[in-house]
């Protein structure tokens, strides 16, 4: 039992290991990857399994798609950006390159909305229709979520939360962020490349 | 630990002490949190797509309010 002459000091909080919020992220993030990837597996195991054509009216146009994927790859850059610049200690290069990533997330999801629009087919049409509104329809709900993430982030950002050394918030924002990237380069390859391959 | 809402962090296979973590203070976020889902569920299960959007909002308000960061409970980041 520690007495009044050995009592020792314990620290409180300390920052020597990895922030558990910080963990919390890279599980949320292994979660939906999983999701992600039992919705690619139905994908690709009805396609093998359909007696029709997969699609069934033919490989999905690429005019809005590609486009919208490179305005998705930069926005990961000026995630990337303004991350790198908080770290660096720059809070003008966090505020401008968050609000960068957030303009250009806005910008996928409504190209999105007209490319669904646009086409001929509904997610009741049949397996692929369903499919491919359920995996698109997922991918652009967590870009909606990262969104979020973003605007608060930014809020705090903007209020002057963050420093070179406590930035957590901005870190996990931006590792979602570039996860929701990932996710769409598999979907766009997936969904919209392989059909005009194969 | 009889000043507050303080418990011990310990090594991971001895649980020798070895580190103090400062645990929030009560809070009724969590409360309208789950009011909020309850609304949305309400919303989704008849049909009221306006209600669900309520839902939602509180559901984003209650999220962004309980998780606002309060200084005295700053962890070490690394």
């Known amino acids: 039992m520690a007495t009044a002459s050995n009592a020792y000091v314990l620290p409180i909080n300390p920052a020597e290991r990895r922030n558990p919020g910080w963990w919390a992220m890279v599980l949320i993030i292994a979660t939906e ?3 992600f990837a039992y919705l690619l597996f139905a994908y690709f195991y009805l396609g093998s399994m359909a007696n029709t054509p997969w699609p069934p009216s033919g490989p999905p146009e690429l005019k809005l798609v590609v486009p919208n994927t490179i305005v998705l790859l ?3 850059g000026t995630m990337w950006w303004a991350e790198s610049g908080i770290r660096a200690g720059s809070q003008l290069r966090l505020r ?9 997330g806005i910008a996928f999801l409504v190209v999105q909305g007209i490319e669904y629009s646009k086409k001929d087919f509904a997610m009741q049409s049949n397996a692929y229709g369903s499919l491919f509104f359920t995996i698109t329809g997922f991918h652009g709900a967590h870009v909606f979520v990262g969104l979020l993430f973003n605007v608060v ?12 050394e406590r930035h ?17 380069l598999v979907v766009f390859t997936s969904l919209y490349l392989v059909p005009h391959v194969m | 630990l009889d000043k507050g809402r303080d418990t011990f962090g310990t090594t991971p296979l001895d649980a020798e002490p070895d580190e103090i973590l400062r645990m929030p203070e009560d809070t009724m976020w969590p409360f309208f949190l789950s009011l909020s889902i309850l609304v949305i569920c309400y919303g989704l299960v008849f049909g009221l797509a306006w209600l669900g959007i309520v839902g939602a909002v509180a559901l984003f308000v209650t999220i962004v309010g309980w998780f606002w960061p309060r200084p005295a409970l700053a962890v070490g980041e690394v």
Request: charge should be negative; charged fraction near 5%; hydrophobic fraction near 70%.
């Open chain 1, 96 to 104: 401008i390159g968050m609000l960068l990533t957030l303009l250009l």
């Open chain 1, 33 to 35: 990857a999983m999701l």
């Open chain 1, 153 to 164: 982030v930014e809020l705090r950002a903007w209020l002057g939360h963050f420093t070179a």
């Open chain 1, 168 to 184: 957590l918030a901005v870190t996990n924002a931006a590792m979602y962020w570039h996860f929701v990237d990932i996710v769409w």
């Open chain 1, 74 to 76: 930069v926005s990961s």
